[in-house]
């Protein structure tokens, strides 16, 4: 299915057979599309000649509620529905934005117990990535041991903030909660655990022969089309582009860390394939245990509360701040008139972006090879609709 | 787009060609988890209880026989989904004000946490109720009736929520 990618006709001249192209509709009830995203495919045969995605299934008027908010702060509950399964990075992204607005500094134990949570979080959305892109293909066994070990840190956030899956844990200029006495412990535990869980995980799915074969030659994206596209995240880093905004465009604390920068290589076939997008992803968790491990050690004492602004009137002025989501690049362009309500946001989504591309790298592909193609783009409906 | 490039293959070894080892191979990691304790809960029948930290639905304290609610209307100011209603009105106890009326919407509640948060009476704090199932949409209106809890039931969270702030 994967060895050869066929081009296709484009036109009937010679003596080849006349085909005929067919619009089909996949999606948007399609349990491979990872949502609500409608493709309308221009097949000929089996071969995908183009792929028009419609999206907007899911589109709740993000931006334009925040504008009707009574203040900033309950932006937070929303950022957090955008992107629902890494909602603590969307908080993350919203207050390093809205902090850089009001230019609050925050206390430095906020800045750790916020990287932890983000780099938890970014576990547990690459184990979705990565679980659900196995039943895609048709690999049903890793999925429940990813979902399981999510949970694991889905109880982590709720013995600290109450919720398990939208927080509204990160305030502007501080936490809702500090973390409870037991957290440190049990997520150290969990870092040895996992870190052994990760090496199930490789010979699974990552080496499995069936899973090469369906993913390594599929989907290709060139270094030079990712950076075209304004592509991010493991998106870009699968091209083989070393990229990273926690340490090209440093926000938090993360410059006092010790981790790599996981890219793709090509370890099986060309760079820039499916494979390589899902390898990036799991070097990530590793490199995300890393950093959690290295935080967990470095916590420093402090009140998680002193420097939230009683109100928050920020000057007239904008700003855009960017931060590295599990998918990628995810930015808020707020502008501020002077009130306590945001005049205009604006997300930068990293789904929406990277989704934008799957026209350029499906052409000529198989259908079955388009599911494998959406699945390692890994978007989150949420999130691309906002 | 790229040139496709074959992938390598490796020949099988002599025993990966035996084919029984590599079976008892994958067959290790489900027979190992056999013995694992169960991860799952059997839900309807076996609940799952939320410790003291859980935001579930948001109920109203009552204490003495009457809410401690004194009808100030942050809650209703400061949700997000405009939920919470209130109507206030005075009463002969030492608290002056009462809520006449207090409702909250659960269809658009999203159990955020922020009443809770602002509340200077400690008034409206979040659950551990999680099953939130309604019929038709008025059931969903939670008025007092469904909102008052006697404070012994929710003595935990208050108890965290002082040792957490």
Redesign the interface.
Known sequence: MSEAIIAPPISSTGRSLRTEEMIINMGPQHPSTHGVLRLELIVDGEIVVDVVPHIGYLHRCFEKHCEHMTNYQQVIPYVDRMDYVCSMNNEFAYVVAAERLLKIQVPERVEYIRVIMAELQRIASHLIAVGTYGIDIGAFTPFLYCFRDREMILDLFEMTCGARLLYNYMWIGGLSHDIPVEFVPKAKEFCGYFRKQLRDFNDLLTYNEIFVKRTANVGLLPADVAVNFACSGPMLRGSGVNWDLRRDDPYSVYHKFDWDIAVGKGEVGPVGSCWDRHIVRMAEMEQSIRIVEQALEQIPEGDVQSAIPKRIRPNPGEVYARTESPRGELGFYIVSDGTGTPYRIKARSPGFVNLSVINEISRGSMIADLVAIIGSIDIVLGEVDR | ????????KKDLTLLERMYIPEILKGMR?TIGQMFKPK?TVQYPEDKFV??A???GRPVLVEENGIERCVACGLCS??C??LAIEVQASETVENKERYPEKFEINMLRC?????CE?VCPEEAII?SNEYELVFENQKDALFAKDKLLVPIEKVQARLDFLRS??
């Open positions: 787009m790229e040139q496709s490039k074959v992938i390598r990691i991860f939320p410790s930290s859980f935001r100011r400061v997000p989904a999203i159990l955020c946490g922020f948060e979040m957490h702030r």
